[in-house]
């Protein structure tokens, strides 16, 4: 259960600075691979692999699901939603610029798009070994998580990671609520032995290779389910706009008319997880 539980969870939108993704025909050695439509969904699969269809079918999925509740963050995403599965974990990771090994505990990253005029700024690359230990119900989390990213422009946000990921979370539990408690569980069971995180997550706690991903995720969803639930949805919008943007915590409270500092705003997260824990 941990492990699908970091890999629902792990899906990160920002790959390494220092090595940017390359795209496929840049990768060492190509790979054939079969590209397959349904709806706003495109599949580029491993020939290998035999499953392009269905893989397109579930980025066309992921993307009704998350389109009214990204709305008011992303009024402009045209909801087309690109998925490269590679045969291999080892490709993923030339792929997504990590290096070899670091990322099995990823199950997806989002990545600036290829240079093919009327592509989609951002992609969607599956990590095939983890992607395929996932249920049903977990790939599905997992592609509407990335497509979040992809919807709001993840990889240009100002926003800090607990934020950008949040959000992602954020909208893909909203899609699918049946997963929220397996997703919850290790962070509430946390707080009833220890208490609340002493603050939210900074951006060291979300690379790929940090111990205890699943609580940190869950940290960061449960910041931003904090505002839709004791404010509005709206608010949060408001809020991740905001960020996004480029202005902190403190004046982003502000403008949604919700905690008016950050100290405030980590003050009501931290007794809503104490409630939540019911502690
Ligand atoms: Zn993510």
């Not at 992303?74 to 998925?83: H, I």
């Not at 049903?136 to 497509?147: F, I, Q, T």
């Not at 002493?198 to 706690?205: Q, R, V």
């Not at 509005?232 to 502000?254: F, M, N, V």
Request: hydrophobic letters at 45%; aromatic letters at 6%.
């Amino acid at each position: 259960m941990a492990l699908a539980l970091g890999l629902i969870l792990a899906g990160c939108a920002k790959t390494p600075a220092a090595s940017p993704p390359v795209g496929p025909s840049q990768a060492g050695t190509s790979e054939a691979v079969v590209v397959e439509r349904a709806g706003r969904g495109t599949a580029i699969v491993s020939a290998a692999r035999g499953d392009a269809g269905r893989w397109a079918r579930l980025a066309n999925t992921a993307s009704a699901m998350i389109a009214t509740r990204v709305a008011g963050v992303a009024p402009a995403w045209s909801g087309e939603l690109v998925v490269e599965v590679p045969g291999s974990q080892r490709r993923f990771e030339q792929m997504v610029g990590a290096k070899p090994g670091s990322y099995g505990q990823i199950a997806a990253v989002t990545v600036a798009g290829g240079s093919d005029p009327g592509s989609p700024a951002e992609r969607i690359v599956v990590n095939p070994v983890a992607a395929d230990k996932l249920s049903d119900l977990g790939l599905a989390v997992l592609l509407a998580h990335e497509a979040t990213h992809v919807a709001t422009n993840s990889l240009d946000s100002s926003a800090p990671m607990w934020a950008v990921e949040g959000f992602a979370d954020y909208v893909a539990y909203q899609a699918y609520p049946q997963a929220r408690g397996v997703a919850s569980g290790p962070l509430l069971g946390e707080i009833r032995t220890n208490g609340p995180p002493a603050g939210l997550p900074g951006e060291e706690d979300f690379t790929a290779s940090a111990s205890g991903l699943g609580v940190t995720y869950a940290e960061a969803w449960l910041a931003c389910r904090y505002v839709a639930e004791t404010s509005s949805p709206q608010q949060l919008d408001t809020i991740y706009t905001e960020l996004d943007e480029g202005k902190s915590l403190s004046e982003a409270g502000r403008a949604a008319g919700f905690a008016d500092s950050a100290d405030a705003f980590e003050t009501g997260w931290r007794k809503y997880l104490t409630r939540l824990a019911g502690r």
